[in-house]
T-cell receptor, first 113, second 113 residues
Framework: DSGVTQTPKHLITATGQRVTLRCSPR?????VYWYQQSLDQGLQFLIQYYNGEERAKGNILERFSAQQFPDLHSELNLSSLELGDSALYFC????????????FGDGTRLSIL | GENVEQHPSTLSVQEGDSAVIKCTYSDSASNYFPWYKQELGKRPQLIID?????GEKKDQRIAVTLNKTAKHFSLHITETQPEDSAVYFCAASIRDSGYALNFGKGTSLLVTP
């Protein structure tokens, strides 16, 4: 158990819909990273938050957004879903800024029908 | 941005043999290099990491070496066991991306009894 909690574990929805994925970091961790894992693209960094503020953006589509709340949990919002958005979405947390080990949650498997 | 290449994509070894996975990175500003193990349907699990001021690090049967001049790093697993079978990912992080991880495409390791 990494201490990072992600919900839901599975999500099945249709094209054009909007979903919200939730992540609770390990106790004491201030940084949250979101990654997407798909067969063709591998593991790709989407976005990072530190203590409530956006710190870095990766290959995140404009249809996707995220936020980190005062209790440090984070949500990733995916809208106008397309078939190609089907993937595993992982959240990872680390202790702070700098090169701290990142610990991954169990992921949310998103399937678009 | 940072580009991480990983070889081989698949590796099959006999139980008890050694396995070596190699990665190269492109950005000389990269300064942190973790390795993750991912079993089927599970989360990536951090197994070892190395920082740019260190050339080698060992943890029981696992070791990582880093050559900053050549921009490559390797994972060495000795005395392999069937439970080592998994997909292994190397990664590199740079400060300018909020220390987010850029991952290699992964190596599927199979250890046969």
């Amino acid at each position: 158990d990494s201490g990072v909690t992600q919900t839901p574990k599975h999500l099945i929805t249709a094209t054009g819909q909007r979903v919200t994925l939730r992540c609770s970091p390990r106790s004491g961790d201030l940084s949250v990273y979101w990654y997407q894992q798909s067969l063709d693209q591998g593991l790709q960094f989407l976005i990072q938050y530190y203590n409530g503020e956006e710190r870095a953006k990766g290959n995140i589509l404009e249809r996707f957004s995220a936020q980190q709340f005062p209790d440090l949990h984070s949500e990733l919002n995916l809208s106008s879903l397309e078939l190609g958005d089907s993937a595993l979405y992982f959240c990872a947390s680390s202790g702070g800024t700098g090169n701290q080990p990142q610990h991954f949650g169990d992921g949310t498997r998103l399937s678009i029908l | 941005g940072e580009n991480v290449e990983q070889h081989p994509s698949t590796l099959s070894v006999q139980e008890g043999d050694s396995a070596v996975i190699k990665c190269t990175y492109s950005d000389s500003a990269s300064n942190y290099f973790p390795w993750y193990k991912q079993e089927l349907g599970k989360r990536p699990q951090l197994i070892i990491d190395i920082r740019s001021n260190v050339g080698e690090k060992k943890d029981q049967r696992i070791a990582v070496t880093l050559n900053k001049t050549a921009k490559h790093f390797s994972l060495h697993i000795t005395e392999t066991q069937p439970e080592d079978s998994a997909v292994y990912f190397c990664a590199a992080s740079i400060r300018d991306s909020g220390y987010a991880l850029n991952f290699g495409k992964g190596t599927s390791l199979l250890v046969t009894p």
